[in-house]
Each structure stands twice: as structure tokens, then as C-alpha cells.
């Protein structure tokens, strides 16, 4: 394997040496459909992914004892509302916020989960 992460393999046909996957992490952004999106909504929608590929496949409450400890029990809290917030605002967004209001919040958010990515293992 290559530092990149990849599987070097040589062809039968030209002796080439040429780059396969090894089967890596892919993260499919559930939130943005096909076609062109601006870097700063591919990278929210991207972040939030990750916390609901984490809540949804890891299972973290039941590998991780969230009580251990006040840090880890605001972590947790913080992951559950950050969550549940993404997944209904990705849903139905709120009529009442206006575009502005809407990307502070995003925002917001945001940081909240950059904040607490240290508790997003299992």
C-alpha cells in the first residue's frame, strides 16, 4: 500500500503499475443531491454526515458510557441535539427564519459539532 491509501497493483496485460481502492471510508451526503452545490453547503452537509453516519450505523450509545464523566455527558447531549436538529431541519426547514438566519444557525451548529468531533469514535 502506497501512502495515499491506496493498493498498487500491476496489470497482467502492460506490466503498468495502476491505482486500486482498498475498500476506504466513502461518505455519501444523503442531504445534497446530484448536480453542482458550493463548497461551503458540501462542507456542512458533509459535516453533518458524519454525525448521522456516526448515530446511525456506530450505535455510540451502546459502545460508550456517556456518564463518565461531565465532559462526556455534555459531548453526548450536544451530539443528540445536534442530530436531531440536522435531521428535522434537513426535513422541514423553518419557514419563519429568513436565508441569513437560516446560515447563522448553520453555522452556529456547526461549531457546536467541530467542538465535540473528539467523542465521534466507537
Given at each position: 500500500m502506497n501512502g495515499e491509501g491506496m493498493k498498487m497493483k500491476k496489470t497482467k496485460a502492460d506490466g503498468k503499475e495502476t491505482k486500486k481502492k482498498d475498500?476506504?471510508?466513502k461518505l455519501r451526503?444523503?442531504?445534497l443531491g446530484?448536480?453542482?452545490h458550493d463548497k461551503d453547503v458540501v462542507l456542512t452537509h458533509a459535516c453533518?454526515?458524519?454525525?448521522?453516519?456516526f448515530?446511525?450505523?456506530e450505535k455510540p450509545e451502546d459502545g460508550i458510557v456517556w456518564t463518565s464523566s461531565p465532559e462526556t455527558?455534555?459531548?453526548?447531549?450536544?451530539l443528540n441535539y445536534l442530530y436531531q436538529w440536522w435531521?428535522?431541519?434537513?426535513?422541514?426547514p423553518d419557514p419563519a427564519l429568513s436565508e441569513q438566519e437560516q446560515?447563522?444557525?448553520e453555522t452556529k451548529n456547526l461549531k457546536r459539532l467541530v467542538n465535540v468531533r473528539g467523542y465521534m469514535w466507537t
Amino acid at each position: 500500500m502506497n501512502g495515499e491509501g491506496m493498493k498498487m497493483k500491476k496489470t497482467k496485460a502492460d506490466g503498468k503499475e495502476t491505482k486500486k481502492k482498498d475498500g476506504g471510508m466513502k461518505l455519501r451526503i444523503q442531504t445534497l443531491g446530484k448536480g453542482w452545490h458550493d463548497k461551503d453547503v458540501v462542507l456542512t452537509h458533509a459535516c453533518f454526515q458524519c454525525l448521522v453516519d456516526f448515530m446511525e450505523k456506530e450505535k455510540p450509545e451502546d459502545g460508550i458510557v456517556w456518564t463518565s464523566s461531565p465532559e462526556t455527558a455534555h459531548a453526548w447531549k450536544e451530539l443528540n441535539y445536534l442530530y436531531q436538529w440536522w435531521k428535522q431541519i434537513t426535513t422541514s426547514p423553518d419557514p419563519a427564519l429568513s436565508e441569513q438566519e437560516q446560515t447563522a444557525l448553520e453555522t452556529k451548529n456547526l461549531k457546536r459539532l467541530v467542538n465535540v468531533r473528539g467523542y465521534m469514535w466507537t
